[in-house]
């Protein structure tokens, strides 16, 4: 009995208090896809059923379905520990760094990618607390050095910057080969 009572304290030190929002949240996410298998996939006629389009993965979803059900259920019967709405907020502040990126990627084709990677470089390390003229230089470097990496030894192929038009001819022919 002592040692269910570890185990007991144990799981309720190290519950995070998020872990119903989780569990709700990845159930809800797994009846959505099975709302959707069947319209994205197929069961063909006078196919063996492990060469079924759809076998695998409405296996998946079912098994994804079952245990996310037992996850919500456990988080529903377990004690509630006081902070989720600080642990939610804590999880959603990571998307900030998504949105960071596609912000990069929707003004690459605008700006090019020299230029819009300096200012994600700068702009992201301003973010993180670095904005000494030290680490400025720092991002630039590493902006120019991740630019001349993949365009010029890699040979990455991207598209060149709207501003790159405005340039003279030499120098334009120049920044959209290699910068």
């Known amino acids: ?12 030190r190290y519950r995070r208090p998020g872990d119903l929002v989780f569990a709700m949240s990845f159930f809800v996410l797994t009846l959505v896809l099975l709302a959707f298998l069947p ?21 998946a ?4 379905a079952v245990f996310s059900a037992l996850h919500l259920i456990g988080a529903l ?6 902070g989720r709405l600080a642990e939610v907020i804590y999880w959603i502040r990571s998307i900030e760094f998504a949105l960071w990126f596609m912000a990069y990627v929707a003004i690459v084709p605008v700006l090019g990618y020299l230029p819009s990677t300096i200012l994600f470089c700068v702009s992201l390390a301003w973010r993180m607390g670095y904005r000494s003229l030290r680490w400025t230089f720092a991002s630039i470097l590493f ?27 030499g120098i334009r022919s120049f920044m959209m080969t290699y910068l």
């Open 77 to 82: 019967v377990s004690e509630r520990i006081p």
């Open 143 to 169: 902006a120019v050095a991740v630019v001349v990496l993949f365009k010029s030894f890699l040979q990455v192929k991207l598209p060149a910057g709207l501003v790159y038009e405005a340039l003279p001819t």
């Open 61 to 64: 979803i079912a098994v994804m």
């Open 1 to 12: 009995m002592s040692r269910i009572k570890t185990l007991q304290d144990l799981f309720k």
């Open 39 to 59: 319209s994205e996939t197929t069961w063909v006629k006078r196919t063996k059923l492990f060469a079924q389009p759809a076998f695998w993965p409405t296996i």
